[in-house]
């Protein structure tokens, strides 16, 4: 793992990347999202103003931690799991780039040490719920069927769900999901919580015309300005964050890296005004 050592327990926020993909369930790719989302966070196209007046220029909040390395399944929630509780130990909250979004399982694993009363909110196409996928329970078709198994959160709520099928609808039920699927989505609705807040966000909760870089297409879905509007209207800290599946070998013109940047500025931007 890459970045800055950290030696001191006063609150930052940190850019991890985990750049593996290897639970993806339809095509790889995913994991070469930190190094494209990082490369236009440098590349000098965006300045390093948040919407919310915070500027993450040599802001000694804010850190790139480098990347969390995981060298394969056997590893994989362990890896991930301890490296995420170190970082956490030492007052780093993570904004982590993945990856598919079976790395949000063992980070929240990491993070309900931490913060017992977690809400989290998940924006996505799809629910992740699936108890196994094609033999996986660790596939990112699973992952909040892992969380929710182990009490990891004290609430589930996702948006922007628009393809289900009868068994995710029966997992929602089983876990008491807070689930507002895209039909009934209207602009702007976001349930307030009552304790600090993880943000998963799947890249293709948005719709393809915004980030056709994914490898699940599912139209139909949110737009930037949705998404960053969501994230500007969490009513509680937000504390921890991912976004994932975001894969470049499916972009177009660099169109979802860029979108990506945008959104962890506008996450970062949330995170340390929770400071």
Known sequence: MGGEILTTTSTKVGL???????????????????????????????????????NL?????????????????????????????????????????????????????AYAGHYPKLNILHLDAHSDLYDSFKGNRLSNACPFARIMEEDLCQRLVQLGIRTLNQHQVEQAQKFKVEMVEMRHWQSGQLPEFDGPVYLSLDIDALDPAFAPGVSHREPGGFSTREVISLIHKINMPLVGADIVEFNPDKDIDGVTAQVCAKLVKEIAGKMLDSI
């Open 16 to 54: 991890l990347g985990i750049p593996y993909d290897e639970n993806s369930s339809f095509s790889r790719g995913p994991a070469k999202a930190p190094a494209s989302i990082r490369s236009v966070l440098q590349g000098g196209s965006l300045n390093s103003g948040c919407e919310n007046g915070i």
């Open 57 to 109: 220029k040599d802001n000694p909040m804010w850190l790139d931690c480098g990347d969390l390395e995981i060298t394969g399944k056997h590893d994989f929630v362990s890896g991930i799991e301890s490296g995420c509780a170190d970082m956490l130990n030492r007052g780093t909250r993570l904004l982590t780039l993945g990856g598919d979004h079976s790395i949000s399982y063992p980070i929240l694993r």
